[in-house]
């Protein structure tokens, strides 16, 4: 049984950054964030494969450029750093874990992933 905790949630004004982090208590091939505002779906905003040849990382195309996924290599940790933060972005960020690998198409898919974490809580002020 795979346990994630995140991290780093809070208030920021718009424009603004902030740092999520999620450990996980073990290794784990695909590794995402996603995140749910009340009343809405949950979309999926970054993944990336732990293993293989340059960690590979894939976005939704709303946070380009301004969000990066990464690894703590020496700790099973996830880091979604998200820079000028939007308004429309405050929801619940989640972290999920999926021990097994899968397709690249399927990264961003909320219903691929097996272990979830509890939720941070991110508010955007304009």
């Known amino acids: 049984q795979v346990q994630l905790a995140e991290s780093g949630g809070g208030w920021v004004q718009a424009g603004g950054s902030l740092r999520l982090s999620c450990e996980a208590s073990?290794?784990?091939?695909?590794m995402a964030w996603f995140r749910q505002a009340p009343g809405k779906e949950r979309e999926g905003v970054a993944a990336?494969?732990?293993?293989?040849?340059?960690?590979?990382?894939w976005y939704a195309d709303s946070v380009k450029g301004r969000f990066t996924i990464s690894q703590d290599n020496d700790r099973n940790i996830v880091i979604l750093q998200m820079d000028n933060l939007r308004t429309d972005e405050s929801a619940m960020y989640y972290c999920?874990?999926?021990?097994?690998?899968?397709?690249?198409?399927?990264?961003?898919?909320?219903?691929?992933?097996?272990?979830w974490g509890q939720g941070t809580q991110v508010t955007v002020s304009a």
């Open positions: 073990g290794s784990n091939y695909c």
């Open positions: 990336m494969y732990t293993a293989g040849r340059g960690r590979p990382a």
């Open positions: 999920a874990a999926s021990p097994g690998w899968m397709d690249w198409r399927r990264l961003l898919q909320p219903t691929r992933y097996d272990y």
